[in-house]
């Protein structure tokens, strides 16, 4: 069964603590995401990966950083430079960033902040 | 950089047809999505228009696209219960990376 997966789905942090959010696919997807939900905002890109080894700086990056040293993981670590961490954290995955571009979503780790 | 808006929420009859609009600042768009979240659930891809199209059905969906006002809208015919989620908006611009801009979301709550 192919997919995309997150774990764990719910997650409480204490402040000033760093926290690492995983992100698995088994679609032989290249390129790779992750952002950031709230409500009444949408979604905001965090950082982007097009290939194993790369990864770019998406529109809110600041406070996070992220690895992708095998194609099917995407770890996203929220360090205790990220303000505001309370949120829902999406992961997505695609073939690529051309054509279609279809983005397959996991389904969200829930960050609280205590 | 680009903007993708949608009204917040929206109620509706079961039976009834839903509309849900979006209104988008990028000219340079290539594709534009509609996806649907369920509660504490990641995106699902609904359907998707290529820019040079003005219409697309798909069984009870049906989006419209207006490229020269730059609005796009979903079309959810005899809409259900199970249609109650929260529907985006997404575009696709032509640069470099091909960047996909989500909207905000609008909740659709569909009453029996």
């Known amino acids: 069964d192919g997919g995309i997966t997150q774990s764990p789905k719910y997650l409480f942090r204490k402040e000033g603590q760093n926290v690492t959010l995983s992100c698995e696919q088994n679609?032989?997807?290249?390129?790779m995401y992750w952002y950031r939900q709230d409500p009444g905002q949408g979604l905001r890109l965090i950082y982007y990966?097009?290939?194993?080894?790369?990864?770019q700086k998406g529109d809110i990056a600041e406070g996070y950083s992220v690895s992708r040293e095998k194609k099917e993981s995407f770890p996203l670590t929220v360090t205790s430079a990220q303000k505001n961490p309370t949120a829902f954290y999406l992961c997505?995955?695609?073939?690529?960033?051309?054509?279609?571009?279809?983005?397959?979503f996991g389904p969200g780790t829930r960050l609280t902040v205590l | 950089g680009e903007d993708v808006e949608q009204s917040l929420f929206l109620s509706v009859r079961e039976g009834d047809s839903s509309v849900i609009n979006c209104t988008y600042t990028?000219?340079?768009?290539?594709?534009l999505y509609w996806y649907k979240q369920e509660p504490g659930a990641g995106l699902q891809l609904l359907t998707y228009?290529?820019?040079?199209?003005d219409m697309k059905q798909d069984q009870r969906l049906t989006v419209l696209l207006n490229k020269k006002d730059k609005h796009l809208s979903l079309r959810i015919a005899d809409t259900q219960t199970g249609d109650s989620a929260i529907y985006f908006c997404?575009?696709?611009?032509?640069?470099?990376?091909?960047?996909?801009?989500f909207g905000t979301g609008t909740k659709l709550q569909v009453i029996p």
């Open positions: 997505a995955s695609s073939t690529g960033t051309s054509g279609n571009n279809e983005q397959f």
């Open positions: 679609l032989n997807h290249d390129a």
């Open positions: 990966s097009q290939i194993v080894n790369d990864f």
């Open positions: 990028d000219s340079s768009s290539t594709y």
């Open positions: 228009i290529f820019s040079n199209m």
């Open positions: 997404a575009e696709k611009d032509s640069g470099g990376y091909q960047k996909v801009t």
